[in-house]
């Protein structure tokens, strides 16, 4: 169950440009949230934005009553949050949505994600691991600067491959052409999730469904309130049972989806039809 509490920064962690670690005290956050999940969050000290913002949930530590967010201050609400100082506070509400479910028995865990976007991908990892299974995880930017999170992940065991559009790191290209080269692979034994641009995710969705793998993607529309009420989320899913694409709202119902039933920007509902079609074999 959310909670709506004013949870103070405990400790902040700039890391290169205008990445940044922040860690918030909230009991019910760090106890109950699970990796895909996010809380809505605005710094006290500022005015604008009026409204609080989504971030996903990055760690939590039970023991400490804390979570930690990864942030790059772009915005308004990004850049008031990374402006905080120990022991301000910031209004909170989490945890919301619903969690990346388990893959199946026997399946690889395959995660790939864009910028900001590997956030919630820290925390599921150590969920897989505690469960005793490594996941896979493809990690792309724009820049070798964008990778803010890698040591990270390799300090706790997760090997990651990583791409950059501009081949200062890792693979040169899309995150998406070594995932493909990674899903020939036993494609019946691995199941993806993705978190990060809009057209990654897209592009995730159609390599996932060419390959018969299902894939879980984290939307992230523009959201109010965070709790179904300001319709601003709304997202068009069709899944496979139905004769028409329905709105659901990506804060209450999301923001994790079966790629293969998201009707995407730009794509006809018709087209959406056929890729779940062909996934499920009833085309």
């Not at 998201?262 to 996934?279: I, L």
Request: proline share 7%.
């Amino acid at each position: 169950m959310a909670e709506n509490l004013d949870a103070p920064l405990v400790d902040k962690q700039p890391l290169t440009g205008a990445y940044v670690l922040l860690t918030f005290r909230h009991a019910r956050i760090a106890h109950e949230a699970r990796a895909g999940q996010f809380v809505m969050i605005k710094a006290s000290t500022v005015t604008e934005p009026l409204l609080r913002r989504p971030f996903s949930i990055m760690t939590v530590d039970p023991q400490q009553d804390t979570f930690s967010l990864f942030l790059k201050a772009v915005g308004p609400g990004s850049r008031g949050l990374a402006d905080l100082r120990p022991g301000e506070a910031a209004p909170c509400l989490g945890p919301l949505g619903k969690p990346f479910p388990d893959p199946p028995a026997g399946n690889d865990t395959v995660l790939v994600a864009g910028g900001y976007g590997i956030a919630p991908f820290y925390l599921f990892s150590q969920q897989r691991l505690r469960a005793g299974f490594l996941p896979h995880v493809f990690y792309g930017g724009r820049t070798a600067s964008d990778l803010q999170l890698l040591d990270r992940f390799e300090r706790i065991g997760v090997a990651v491959r990583t791409s950059t559009d501009d081949g200062s790191a890792g693979h040169h290209g899309r995150v998406t052409e070594p995932l493909e080269q990674h899903l020939t692979l036993l494609p019946e034994r691995q199941t993806v999730y993705a978190s990060g641009p809009d057209a990654m995710l897209h592009a995730v969705a159609h390599v996932a469904a060419r390959r018969g793998v299902t894939a879980h993607v984290s939307l992230d529309p523009w959201m109010g309130c965070g709790v179904g009420t300001c319709l601003g989320c709304v997202v068009w899913i069709q899944a496979a049972h139905d004769a028409v694409p329905h709105r659901r709202c990506a804060c209450t119902e999301g923001p994790v989806f079966d790629a293969a039933e998201v009707v995407w920007r730009g794509e006809s509902v018709s087209a959406a039809r056929r890729g779940v079609n062909e996934r499920s074999g009833t085309a």
